[in-house]
Structure formats: C-alpha cells, structure tokens
C-alpha cells in the first residue's frame, strides 16, 4: 500500500530531513512511528501527502509512483487520506455537524450524502448527542473525536494521527486509542505519529522508529524503546 524506497528529502537550510528511507507499510497495518523531535517523522507525513517531494528515490501509494505524478492529481491522494492532527483544528464557529459537513462540501458531496454520512460517523465516535454543540462547548477529548470524524468521513484507506493524544490526559487518550483501534480493526490502515511511551508499549503494534532521518528500527509488535535503551 505504502512503500518508500531509498527516499531522500533535504531541505534549502541543509537539514537532511530524511537519508536512504525505505519501509512498506501493508494495507490494514496499525504503525505507530516515533522518535525524537527532527527525526523525520513530520517529513514522512508531507511526502505522503505530497506537500514536498523528495530529493531522490521512489515513494508508492496504492501501487502508483507518487513522486512522478502531475499536480492534478494531488488532491485524489490528499482525499485517500484522512488526517487527525494534535491541536484538533475545528472551526470555532460551526457546531460540531457543521464541522464535519464544511468538509463534506468542498469534497462536492451531495446534500443527501451529507445528511446521510455525517451522523454516521458521529455515531462512530459516540458524538451524535452533541451535534449540535461548538467546539468550545466540548471537552479536549471530545474535540478530538470530532476531527477523527471528519479526517473519517470521507471513508479514506489511510488515517494518520499526528500526536492525537499529546493534548489529553491519559484516560481520554485510551478513548481516542479504542476508537482507533476500531477504525483499524474495520479495514482502515492507521499511521500515528507519537511520544506516548505507555500506549505504544500497551498497544504492542508495529513500531517505526526514526532518529537523524533514518529508520533506526521497524518492529512488529514492538515497544517505544528496547530494553537497552
């Protein structure tokens, strides 16, 4: 489904983001990927996404060779993938439907589709009683179960987590973590991005570990840190 071969990225300050990468990431995988700040990760995300290319070597998405694709293209890869991001990012002045729907309309999705998909994936994060409350009217980790609707609503292949977790306290992260959990188990390959040592160890999925823009370590079932560290 994901594969990066012997990727490369630089950026124009001379920090070698990423050398000689290569992973593959199989379709209905749980990763979790870590490491220290300027690692790598974050990098890893916007290649993906195509918000940078890289400087050499070969990424694949679905089979296709993304880093050889025309700009036309991009959103199609953009809206294969859902994204849940740390800060929630909603829009303070819509209700939590609204959210949700807001991104359903610049996807082109019809009215019908909306009033039909929307409480569906409320219902997925057991929100559809606050349907109508703002952001500001919700807790931290409600808040985060509506940008995992939204990043879902869309039924991507593909759901990175960017340190969904690092705003909320430990019980709230386990919330956030069974919802994941169970978005996986339904056929979605999950990508989360994290320093959450106790969820990693706890979950005991594939661990991509990135230090200096090279990958360190790739595991099943792996822990945040082997023993020796």
Same mark, same amino acid.
């Given at each position: 489904?994901?594969?990066?071969?012997?990727?490369?990225?630089?950026?124009?300050?001379?920090?070698?983001?990423?050398?000689?990468?290569?992973?593959?990431?199989?379709?209905?995988?749980?990763?979790?990927?870590?490491?220290?700040?300027? *690692?790598?990760? $974050?990098?890893?995300?916007?290649?993906?996404?195509?918000?940078?290319?890289?400087?050499?070597?070969?990424?694949?998405?679905?089979?296709?060779?993304?880093?050889?694709?025309?700009?036309?293209?991009?959103?199609?890869?953009?809206? $294969?993938?859902?994204?849940?991001?740390?800060?929630?990012?909603?829009?303070?002045?819509?209700?939590?439907?609204?959210?949700?729907?807001?991104?359903?309309?610049?996807?082109?999705?019809? $009215?019908?589709?909306?009033?039909?998909?929307?409480?569906?994936?409320?219902?997925?994060?057991?929100?559809?009683?606050?349907?109508?409350?703002?952001?500001?009217?919700? $807790?931290?980790?409600?808040?985060?179960?509506?940008?995992? *609707?939204? *990043?879902?609503?869309?039924?991507?292949?593909?759901?990175?987590?960017? %340190?969904?977790?690092?705003?909320?306290?430990?019980?709230?992260?386990?919330?956030?973590?069974?919802?994941?959990?169970?978005?996986?188990?339904?056929?979605?390959?999950?990508?989360?991005?994290?320093?959450?040592?106790?969820?990693?160890?706890?979950?005991?999925?594939?661990?991509?570990?990135?230090?200096?823009?090279?990958?360190?370590?790739? %595991?099943?079932?792996?822990?945040?840190?082997? %023993?020796?560290?």
């Amino acid at each position: 489904m994901i594969e990066f071969i012997r990727v490369n990225k630089t950026y124009k300050n001379k920090v070698h983001a990423l050398k000689n990468v290569s992973f593959k990431i199989d379709r209905g995988e749980f990763v979790f990927v870590i490491g220290p700040s300027g *690692a790598g990760k $974050s990098t890893f995300i916007k290649l993906l996404l195509k918000e940078v290319n890289p400087d050499s070597g070969k990424i694949t998405l679905f089979k296709d060779d993304i880093t050889k694709v025309r700009n036309r293209k991009i959103p199609e890869i953009r809206q $294969s993938i859902g994204v849940v991001f740390q800060d929630f990012r909603l829009l303070e002045n819509k209700t939590v439907y609204d959210n949700i729907k807001y991104v359903m309309e610049l996807l082109g999705k019809s $009215s019908k589709t909306i009033k039909k998909e929307v409480p569906q994936v409320l219902k997925m994060v057991n929100l559809e009683h606050k349907a109508k409350s703002y952001p500001n009217q919700l $807790s931290g980790g409600e808040q985060q179960r509506v940008s995992i *609707a939204r *990043a879902m609503v869309n039924k991507p292949k593909i759901l990175i987590a960017d %340190e969904p977790t690092g705003n909320l306290d430990p019980e709230t992260s386990w919330e956030i973590m069974e919802i994941l959990k169970k978005i996986n188990e339904k056929g979605t390959t999950v990508i989360m991005i994290t320093h959450a040592k106790d969820i990693v160890d706890n979950m005991e999925k594939r661990v991509i570990h990135f230090e200096d823009g090279r990958v360190v370590r790739d %595991e099943k079932g792996g822990k945040y840190l082997d %023993e020796e560290d």
